[in-house]
């Protein structure tokens, strides 16, 4: 992929409205209150460069989860005036991304100006671009150039981030965030600094079978934690107790540790574990060693192994983190998670950290700005590893 030709910067924008996908997809509260506004700020470089040029802006975003339908409470409206404060000009809204208030706003967009228009979900066709056809074409009516900046949804394929960028054949580039993306999870990965490791954790196998196989490709070590080490654990004949375990993937666990033998490149699993007899109201927390006695839930790494994985990341030329080590959303088990986000980040390693809840350990920890990279994509940094591409960037085309 060339990164040049796909990105904003080859886009010629002035006098131009520049229709912008955008991730503003923000935790807002029942007062309509911005809590976090990292990804309106996450926006700001690929939007002053168009208004810096000549050109405006048409945003548009998804929030929340409305399921096409008008819900209020997922109103876009608070990141206009956010918006507005941070870009320090006017930032309109149109009530409906789609109609004839968002056309007549667009259509007397002048150079320099911002439209934010409503959020893309309260039309059922966002997600599901084959109800209707006609809602990618009533979005490229609104503007000139099309601008993807949403990495976060560029593993979607909707009318947005796939149908619409179509709809301007080359005329549809990749914004600075999407780049900046592609430059670590992308070009940073395939020439690691050796040695090259990655972390993996969180809840499940399956959702991550294919990255952790892509990964076996680029490693040097593979370090496993958080839920999924059970299923590895339990297909290498241990007892996992109660722990979280994905019945019919021990095949695919003990499929990828043969092919991690096969090219020589250790993997390392939990060796000791926090543990629970309820996950409800816990009447015993304890450490364990080796394999989880019957009635308890492995719930963390133990301290042993912080330490192992620790000595690794030491060593590590690159690391790539994505996943829990253990439920951190208790406080009581979040100590192994708290513990390799600092390890991590007191590394000299290129760290790339793959979105979601890691991410949130880096900032709970407040280690974030010692980290490399923070991706702006979960579940998009995950298969844009595992496939080199994602459908949102397949249906860039800048001439
Ligand atoms: P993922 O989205 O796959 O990265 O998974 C994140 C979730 O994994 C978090 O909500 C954690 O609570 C959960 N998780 C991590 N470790 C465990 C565990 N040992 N048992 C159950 N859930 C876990």
Redesign the pocket.
């Known amino acids: 992929m060339n990164l040049k030709t796909l990105s904003l910067e080859n886009l010629p924008v002035k006098n131009q409205k520049v229709l912008m996908r955008v991730d503003f997809n923000v935790p807002i509260d029942k007062s309509a209150t911005i809590k976090d506004d990292t990804r309106i700020r996450a926006s700001l470089p690929s939007i002053t460069h168009i208004l810096d040029r000549g050109g405006s802006v048409i945003l548009m975003s998804h929030l929340g989860r409305p399921k096409g339908v008008v819900n209020k409470e997922l109103s876009l409206r608070p990141c206009a005036a956010r918006l507005q404060e941070l870009l320090g000009r006017p930032v309109l809204f149109a009530g409906d991304c789609v109609g004839p208030e968002a056309t007549h706003i667009a259509k007397n967009l002048n150079p320099g100006e911002v439209l934010l228009l409503e959020n893309l979900r309260f039309h059922a066709a966002e997600e599901k671009p084959e109800i209707d056809p006609g809602f990618a074409k009533s979005l490229a009516e609104l503007g000139t150039l099309y601008v993807n900046d949403a990495f976060g949804t560029a593993h979607r394929a909707h009318t947005s981030t796939v149908s619409l960028p179509k709809l301007f054949p080359g005329k549809a580039a990749a914004g600075f965030l999407i780049i900046k993306e592609i430059r670590f999870l992308g070009e940073t990965l395939q020439n690691p600094k050796r040695p090259f490791l990655s972390l993996i ?4 196998i399956s ?2 079978i294919g990255v952790l196989k892509a990964l076996l490709n680029k490693v040097d070590s593979l370090l496993i934690g ?2 999924m080490a ?1 299923t590895f654990m339990k297909a290498r004949g241990e007892s996992v107790g109660k ?2 375990f994905e019945e019919g993937l021990e095949k695919e666990a003990l499929l990828v540790l043969k092919l991690a033998e096969e090219r020589k490149i250790p993997v390392l699993l939990p060796v000791d574990h926090v543990v629970t007899d309820s996950l409800v109201d816990q009447r015993e927390v304890k450490i364990v060693v080796g394999s989880i006695p019957q009635g308890y ?4 790494i133990g301290p042993e192994t912080v330490n192992l994985f620790k000595e690794s990341i030491a060593k590590a030329g690159t690391i790539f983190w ?8 208790d406080p009581r088990f979040g100590q192994g998670t708290k513990d390799v986000a600092k390890a991590i980040a007191s590394s000299s390693a290129i760290s790339i950290i793959g979105g ?2 890691s991410v949130a350990a880096a900032h709970e920890m407040g280690v974030a700005d010692k980290v490399t990279h923070l991706s702006t994509g ?1 579940g998009a940094s995950m298969e844009y590893i595992e496939l080199g591409t994602l459908p949102g960037i397949e249906a860039l085309t800048s001439a």
């Open positions: 954790g969180g809840a499940k959702s991550k958080g839920g059970y722990s979280l839930y492995g719930v963390d994505n996943g829990p080590m253990g439920i951190f959303e979601g809840d979960g």
